[in-house]
């Protein structure tokens, strides 16, 4: 079964990106080196059925993107206070100033914030994402 939330990375080529600099969609690895996100959008051009991955090269090239792996980040699920979608590698802001960073936990097998304090906490748990919003990415400093 897929996973029913999609992903968003930087795309190898940034005249790919939309304006936030990320790409939206599908994530999708094949073999150690190829990453693509699979936009939403995507349609097949023919309607053939596939059971394999050979079913990317189905997919109108338009759609299909080359994306940094390190970069991809799904979405949680959640928005903030001002309705905008969480992801994985987010940098969030609470009403008093702190920042964190969303990141998926092992231990809690979901969402945990890493505050700039050093101490995690667990927003499923402890918060509600209206108390947050959304500041940032960590990629965002990789181009600074």
């Known amino acids: 079964m897929t996973n029913p939330r999609p992903y968003r990375a930087k795309p190898t080529d940034p005249t790919h990106a939309g304006e936030d600099g990320f790409v939206y969609g599908w ?25 394999t991955w050979d079913s990317l090269f189905a997919l109108d090239e338009d759609y299909v993107t080359s994306v940094h792996p390190h970069t991809v980040g799904q979405d949680t699920g959640g928005e903030d206070k001002n309705h905008k979608k969480v992801y994985y590698n987010d940098e969030i802001k609470d009403d008093e100033g702190h920042v964190a960073i969303v990141k998926w936990c092992k231990k809690a097998l979901g969402v945990c914030l890493e505050w700039d304090d050093g101490e995690i906490t667990y927003p499923n748990r402890n918060y509600d994402y209206v108390d947050f919003v959304v500041i940032g990415t960590i990629h965002d400093k990789e181009q600074e």
């Open 27 to 51: 994530y999708v690895e094949i073999g150690a080196n190829k990453h693509y996100i699979i936009s939403l959008d995507a349609k097949r051009q023919d309607t053939k059925t596939y059971e």
